[in-house]
């Protein structure tokens, strides 16, 4: 079982950057690849980016590919998203979730479990 917490969220200006973060517990966190994703008010949950067990390998959607870099610590069983360049059609909350597979999927259903989500908010 894996408990996982989404932070860094917040406000920031167009063109800005944060950085999410996506603390998990047990210790089998290096075992789950992780994923971002994203649900703006009145729309669908979408994927954002994704990594394999040891953040070798990652996705990334065609909307944040090179602006997004998904990584990851499994020393500190912590996911991070750093967002650079951010659009205000990136405003959304930001969830992070855990896939028992190698390499997880650009889909929802197929991830175990769940961050309660962090709001990002870019104003233009």
């Known amino acids: 079982h894996v408990q996982l917490q989404a932070s860094g969220g917040g406000l920031v200006q167009a063109g800005g950057s944060l950085r999410l973060s996506c603390a998990a517990s047990?210790?089998?966190?290096?075992?789950?690849?992780m994923g971002w994703f994203r649900q703006a008010p009145g729309k669908e949950r979408e994927f954002v980016a994704r990594?394999?067990?040891?953040?070798?390998?990652?996705y990334y959607s065609d909307s944040v590919k090179g602006r997004f870099t998904i990584s990851r610590d499994n020393a500190k069983n912590t996911v991070y998203l750093q967002m650079n360049s951010l659009k205000p059609e990136d405003t959304a909350v930001y969830y992070c979730?855990?896939?028992?597979?190698?390499?997880?999927?650009?889909?929802?259903?197929?991830?175990?479990?769940w961050g309660q989500g962090t709001q990002v908010t870019v104003s233009s």
């Open positions: 990594t394999n067990w040891g953040g070798t390998i990652t």
């Open positions: 047990g210790r089998t966190f290096s075992r789950y690849a």
């Open positions: 979730a855990a896939a028992s597979s190698r390499i997880g999927s650009d889909y929802a259903r197929y991830y175990d479990y």
